[in-house]
């Protein structure tokens, strides 16, 4: 059963910065592409950033390159979303998802949320001006 815990949200001001975690069980951990991603109220969801089943590839959205990057510490089946210069534009729930790796779903597919299997509760980021 793969299960995902988010944490590390909260309120910031604008410029500020935040890093998410996300507690990851899944088996085998490098079989699974990880994301983040988020909804703002009365928005469709957004795919923020993605990261390989072996970690050997990330990609984020262009609402956010250069602001956030997503990692992972595999050794702690982990994965993180750092966040700086954040804008009140980034104020959503931001959820951890998970796929199990298989044909025809890539970076692309992931990030629109084809092949996100698995979802955490979310976790709240809310950015004031």
């Known amino acids: 059963q793969v299960q995902l815990r988010e944490s590390g949200g909260g309120s910031v001001q604008a410029g500020g910065s935040l890093t998410l975690s996300c507690e990851v069980s899944?088996?085998?951990?490098?079989?699974?592409?990880k994301g983040w991603f988020r909804q703002a109220p009365g928005k469709e969801r957004e795919g923020v950033a993605v990261?390989?089943?072996?970690?050997?590839?990330?990609r984020t959205s262009s609402s956010v390159e250069g602001r956030f990057a997503i990692s992972q510490n595999r050794a702690e089946n982990t994965v993180y979303l750092e966040m700086n210069s954040l804008e009140p534009e980034d104020t959503a729930m931001y959820y951890c998802?998970?796929?199990?790796?298989?044909?025809?779903?890539?970076?692309?597919?992931?990030?629109?949320?084809?092949?996100?299997?698995?979802w955490g509760q979310g976790t709240q980021v809310t950015v004031s001006s």
């Open positions: 899944a088996s085998p951990y490098n079989s699974f592409w």
């Open positions: 998802a998970a796929g199990r790796a298989r044909n025809g779903i890539a970076w692309r597919q992931f990030i629109s949320g084809e092949g996100a299997d698995y």
């Open positions: 990261i390989s089943p072996a970690g050997a590839l990330t």
